[in-house]
């Protein structure tokens, strides 16, 4: 089972409320992409834990359904 | 902590060795390519490390997303605290961080 680049959009904007997200898709496969995101909400956060927050966002499916999702996070700029 | 059986175990992992790499294969074999890119990194910098194959224990390759609260292997652990996973040591590599990482935890290249 993959995930479609929408789909993933939709539950990080619901995770992260606000935040600017593109997904672009790494391989045609539903399984590889890459999101960069700009959300205040990462502000002071080390990147570890920024990426957690996008995959607490989606909800356990990061490492089963989606295989590998290159992530880009970013504040911005004030 | 959890009651996960795996916990201790890594726990142990962990605080054996400066540098920790959970990674799918070993540094010389490794089984994925995400794994290969962390090995190479580390041995670029000359950074000698430990590493656990996930792949030759299934107990542990559960245990140790739920240990980290991170769902992909590789996982980098520096003087028992996680870095990341392949993008953020891949960045922080780029970006000359990772060095200063092991300069500040006091962790020598060979």
Known sequence: MAMTADHIKLLIEQGLPGAQIEIKDLAGDGDHYAASIIWDGFRE????????????ALDGR???ELHALALTTTTPES | MNN???FEGIQKTIDNNDVVLF??????TPQCGFSSTVVN????????FGSA??????????GIKSFSNWPTIPQLYVK???????DIVTEMYQSGELKDLFAEKGVASA
Not at chain 1, 45 to 56: A, F, G, N, S
Not at chain 2, 53 to 62: S, W
Not at chain 2, 80 to 86: R, W, Y
């Open chain 2, 80 to 86: 028992g605290e996680f870095v990341g996973g392949c």
């Open chain 1, 45 to 56: 956060l080390p990147r570890v834990r920024q990426h957690q927050l996008v995959y607490d």
């Open chain 2, 41 to 48: 990194i580390l041995r670029h910098l000359q950074i000698p």
């Open chain 1, 62 to 64: 990061m490492g089963r």
């Open chain 2, 23 to 28: 990674m799918k294969g070993n540094p010389d």
């Open chain 2, 4 to 6: 996960n059986p795996a």
């Open chain 2, 53 to 62: 194959d996930v792949l030759a224990d299934p107990e542990l390759r559960d």
